[in-house]
């Protein structure tokens, strides 16, 4: 699930580079806080969070 959202962040720091936007506020949202967020949530994704299976998963094993 995080791998899903920092692909959205990444795709829309990648269309704001491309059209030249800086959504109005330049200082606190630009292309590289984006694509530190993209970061952040594919190191969740990585570290095991946002998985969607708790440990108290009960399946066959």
């Known amino acids: 699930m995080l791998a899903?959202?920092?692909a959205i962040?990444?795709?829309i720091a990648l269309l704001?580079?491309?059209l030249g936007?800086?959504?109005?506020a330049?200082?606190?949202i630009n292309h590289w806080t984006l694509a530190l967020i993209g970061f952040?949530?594919?190191s969740l994704h990585l570290a095991g969070f946002g998985g969607?299976?708790?440990?108290?998963y009960r399946g066959r094993r």
């Open 52 to 56: 969607g299976r708790g440990r108290w």
């Open 4 to 6: 899903i959202a920092a």
């Open 21 to 24: 936007s800086n959504f109005g």
């Open 40 to 42: 952040l949530l594919l």
């Open 9 to 11: 962040v990444f795709a």
């Open 16 to 18: 704001s580079d491309l």
């Open 26 to 28: 330049p200082q606190l």
